[in-house]
């Protein structure tokens, strides 16, 4: 189970490391107020389009198992999300479904 892991490891210098959703969750909704020209920060309404309308975009280089992608979906963002390891991406891809 392990073995893919590793083997990623010894091809690349680059660890993975997931970031927890709730980090993801509260950074898009900061950016979505900060966007969000003349809106209450006290409301709880989530934020996902700009002042005129037009709605945000999230993408994820390297995303993993997915994890920020589907944070920023469920938030309203346009997300996608692009993963080269396939040990990574084959976990993730029933995710969105």
Do not use: C, H, I
């Not at 490891?9 to 909704?29: D, F, H, I, N």
């Not at 979906?73 to 993963?83: D, I, M, R, V, Y």
């Amino acid at each position: 189970l392990t073995a893919p892991f590793v083997s990623m490891q010894l091809r690349s210098s680059l660890p993975y490391m997931a970031t927890p959703r709730g980090k993801v969750e509260r950074a898009l909704t900061f950016v979505s107020r900060r966007l969000a020209d003349g809106s209450d920060k006290t409301s709880s309404k989530r934020q996902s389009t700009w002042k005129n309308g037009k709605q945000l975009n999230f993408v994820d280089l390297g995303s993993g198992d997915g994890t920020a992608v589907l944070a920023a979906a469920s938030l309203g963002w346009n997300a996608a999300g692009l993963e080269l390891n396939p040990t990574l991406w084959l976990p993730s891809s029933p995710r969105r479904l």
